[in-house]
């Protein structure tokens, strides 16, 4: 990857809000006490519309809250597994109040996964998908690069709900670029197109998964990137899904739990597919053994090696 | 009983007339929460009683603006009524005022009514849900922020209990809103000393509460929070004040007040009372 062009996502997301904070003086930036360098300009060029809430995240999504109730477009920015610490203000004042009240609050996870790999448990987020994902009325994306992370801006602005959106810690290769044209309603890209099997995965694991995907030969299997786990073209997705023997979901987060695999499975399942549906995640137990994120995986039985081999031994 | 006028400040009316006019509606306003209860049994009837005189000021002495016909006008001050359950108060002065129509109160918590045991936000007059406790001041804390930077002039009013303040949510917002220099910032505690369980200098202690807000920079001040005159006058004098720091009133209340069989009844916020109880008591006040 060292010749590729590496960004973080939330660099792209933060330099987008900036621009659009320049015309735009309905927006307003928190952060739970989280920065980024790319954030100290927009910390010191809009000291009035950012605050620094504090180590607080349970008042980081009420204050944004009562902005978002008079009229402000919010970006409540945390590390992704301390977002949960706020699950019941989210619920109450988010989840609920939206159906009633026009929010728009777009809640920033950084360090989704195991992105914080070697910072262990308490800031690997395993969560948040499945829990959010429980939630109406609120929006969760995922996306896989930073062209994605900086079109979520201008979406986020005109699509006037709660939204959670999760970002990889680390720097990624670019996937898409704009003239791709990704839509967020639409929730999907179908990256490459197979024909024996498809790989269904958000974020860092997509990188894995178009991987494995040039690494098997003739183009065989699918790549489908999801990045709005909620809601999504579910025809759109299913229409594509249906076509394969078997589907693979990889996802960086716990399975059989309501995230990425849940989804694949309750859309085959409801829409009466005959696909053969393989899971790759974390299983239920948390990860205490230090390691990169390779090595994460690894452990988990989902590393590169591991998902190439089972595909050959049982789609091809 | 007459529809208020729209804005309750366009009042002129003497000082005395005014107290007079807030003393019967407060008695009113008792009533008719009793009677809500011989309604809906469910509903907290003795956290809904400790506020009656808040509410009854707030609402009837001209210091809050709203307007049931604009109710998200920008000209509003903003009331987040952060202990829910214990507002039940609160509608028949939302009625009477004109934000929705009286015949509301008596079908309280019939299949498909508008009004709940508990308030929610479909609620014409209230600006949030608050049926889990300890999330009003935080967003008023953002309701007030943005009113600073929108550069509009108005108030955001909390009323809460004491017993919401062992929420950690709550010190997150009162450290906040001083730091901030929240000045638009009006938080009313119905400090009626019980929570669910029992008294709260039993569960965790609040006390000495007025120097925990005074420590955290508010303006604060411990009055009687049956005391028509007193809350009038104290919240007259610190609307007027505006001196870059939020501000508390810490309303000294009963639980329950005026169902004498639960005023030291440690579980009151638990109980009911039975069709008939309600009956006599209301009878008796007649």
């Given amino acids: 990857m060292s010749n590729v062009a590496m960004k973080a996502m939330r660099d792209a997301l933060i330099e987008g809000v900036y621009r659009r904070m320049q015309d735009d003086r309905r927006i307003f930036f928190l952060s739970a006490d989280m920065g980024a360098p790319v ?12 605050i620094n809430i504090g180590i607080a995240e349970q008042n980081l999504i009420n204050v944004a809250t009562g902005l978002a109730l008079e009229g402000f477009v919010v970006y409540a920015y945390a590390i992704a597994p301390f977002v949960l610490r ?231 | 009983m007459a529809s208020m006028a729209k804005y309750v400040n366009d009042f002129k009316m003497s000082r005395m007339d005014l107290l007079i006019k807030m003393k019967e509606k407060a008695e009113w306003v008792w009533k008719e929460t009793l009677f809500l209860h011989g309604l809906a049994p469910e509903t907290r009837l003795a956290s809904s009683l400790s506020d009656v005189e808040i509410l009854t000021v707030l609402f009837y002495s001209g210091l809050m603006h709203y307007n049931p016909k604009l109710p998200f006008s920008d000209k509003r001050d903003r009331l987040i009524i952060s202990k829910g359950h214990g507002s039940i108060s609160m509608y028949p002065i939302l009625a009477d005022v004109g934000f929705f129509g009286l015949d509301e109160l008596a079908k309280i918590s019939q299949s498909d009514s508008l009004l709940g045991v508990i308030p929610d936000t479909l609620i014409p007059g209230y600006e949030t849900i608050n049926g889990s406790l300890g999330h009003g001041l935080g967003v008023a804390c953002g309701m007030a922020l943005a009113l600073k930077r929108k550069g509009i002039d108005r108030r955001v009013f909390v009323l809460c209990g004491d017993g919401e303040l062992n929420s950690g949510a709550m010190w997150e917002a009162i450290m906040l809103a001083s730091f901030h220099c929240l000045d638009n910032l009006f938080v009313i505690v119905d400090n009626n000393k019980m929570s669910m369980l029992g008294y709260q200098k039993d569960i965790l202690g609040l006390e000495p509460l007025e120097e925990k807000f005074s420590a955290f920079k508010w303006n604060s001040d411990v009055i009687n929070g049956h005391n028509i005159e007193k809350i009038y006058e104290t919240l007259n004098g610190l609307l007027n004040q505006r001196n870059g720091r939020p501000s508390v009133i810490i309303a000294d209340t009963i639980k329950a007040r005026g169902i004498l069989q639960w005023e030291n009844d440690e579980l009151c916020h638990i109980r009911s009372l039975k069709a008939e109880e309600v009956k006599r008591l209301l009878k008796e006040k007649k």
């Fill in chain 1, 86 to 316: 706020a699950y019941e203000q989210i619920r109450i004042n988010l989840a609920l109040s939206s159906q009633i009240r026009q929010l728009n609050v777009n809640i920033v996870g950084t360090g989704a996964g195991v992105s914080y790999d070697v910072s262990g448990p308490t800031h690997h987020c395993l969560e948040d998908l499945s829990v959010m994902r429980t939630l109406p009325n609120i929006v969760v994306c995922s996306p896989s690069d930073s062209c994605l992370a900086q079109l979520f801006v201008d979406y986020s602005i005109h699509t006037k709900k709660p939204k959670y959106i999760r970002l990889d810690g680390k720097p990624l290769p670019f996937i898409y670029n704009e003239s791709m044209a990704p839509s967020f309603e639409k929730g999907f890209y179908e990256l490459v197109k197979g024909d024996k099997a498809c790989i269904v995965s958000s974020g860092y694991m997509t990188h894995m998964a178009l991987e494995i995907s040039k690494e098997i030969e003739d183009k065989s299997i699918g790549v489908v990137d999801i990045f709005t786990i909620k809601p999504i073209d579910e025809m759109s997705l299913f229409e594509i899904l249906k076509s394969y023997k078997t589907v693979i979901t990889l996802e960086e987060g716990f399975i059989g739990k309501g995230g990425l695999d849940s989804l694949v499975l309750c859309l085959l399942n409801d829409l009466q597919a005959d696909v053969r549906v393989k899971r790759f995640g974390f299983k239920d137990e948390y990860l205490f053994k230090v390691g990169s994120r390779d090595f994460l995986h690894n452990q988990s039985g989902f590393d590169k090696k591991s998902v190439r081999d089972w595909i050959l031994n049982e789609c091809l």
């Fill in chain 1, 39 to 50: 954030l100290d300009k927009l910390r010191a060029d809009f000291r009035d519309r950012f």
